[in-house]
């Protein structure tokens, strides 16, 4: 079955720092979304991507797609003490498919 | 944040006895899914349902079933609780499959099996 795999597990960063997690897929996606899920919270949506290569931007926030659309990252430049959680990406394969959720990235973030 | 509620939201219950969890959505959304959240392991999909008493399994449905009798409520039972069910459970909801299905989850339950 499709495999979504998350990199790091877990980064610890000083506030300011950039961060980047990358979501690999086993197969090709149609398009992947990222959610975030604070500690103690539910995962919530963030965004999704559909084109080879898209790159979008909310804020700090920077999501990729890859040009083979297997791929994906999530750059947070100057991370803030309010971007702790977990980052998950989540992929579809196809119109019909069911979301596959990666093992998610939590990120912490000190002073 | 959309309209769903889980019950309960925290349970302490002895292995070898039944457990529900219930899901109430007021969204009206097509597609409810069961999904459980262990380290290492993210979001796996346990039972989704597509309709009104129309439901599938996910890639870790042993152990659970669930039942949609109406449009807003989906039901999670794990028949005979054992130690390795012990997890969060969230429920989502969205109104498609495939690209754009955005999903809205639940606040979450967590379940203790001892």
């Known amino acids: 079955g499709q495999q979504v795999m998350q990199i790091p597990q877990y980064q610890h960063v000083q506030e300011g720092e950039d961060f980047t997690t990358y979501c690999n897929s086993s197969?090709?996606?149609?398009?992947i979304q990222w959610y975030k899920q604070r500690p103690g919270g539910h995962p919530v949506f963030l965004i999704q991507?559909?084109?080879?290569?898209e790159v979008k931007k909310q804020k700090r926030l920077t999501f990729q797609f890859g040009e083979a659309k297997k791929n994906s990252s999530l750059h947070i430049t100057a991370t803030q003490t309010t971007d702790v959680g977990t980052y998950f990406c989540?992929?579809?394969?196809?119109?019909?498919?069911?979301?596959?959720f990666g093992t998610g990235t939590r990120l912490q973030v000190t002073l | 944040d959309a309209g769903i509620t889980q019950s309960p939201r925290h349970k302490v219950t002895e292995t070898g006895t039944p457990v529900t969890l219930r899901c109430h959505q007021t969204?009206?959304?097509?597609?409810m899914y069961w999904y459980r959240q262990d380290p290492g392991h993210g979001l796996r999909l346990i039972h989704y349902?597509?309709?009104?008493?129309?439901?599938d399994k996910g890639e870790v449905s042993d152990g659970y079933s669930v039942s949609r009798s109406k449009t807003e409520d989906f039901l999670l039972t794990l028949e005979s609780a054992t130690s390795s069910q012990t997890s969060v459970y969230f429920c989502?909801?969205?109104?498609?499959?495939?690209?754009?299905?955005?999903?809205?989850f639940g606040e979450g339950s967590w379940l203790t099996v001892v």
């Open positions: 989502a909801i969205s109104d498609v499959l495939g690209a754009g299905n955005t999903i809205y």
């Open positions: 197969t090709t996606l149609s398009n």
């Open positions: 991507l559909v084109k080879s290569g």
């Open positions: 989540a992929g579809n394969t196809g119109t019909a498919s069911k979301l596959t």
């Open positions: 969204e009206n959304h097509r597609y």
């Open positions: 349902s597509y309709g009104v008493k129309d439901t």
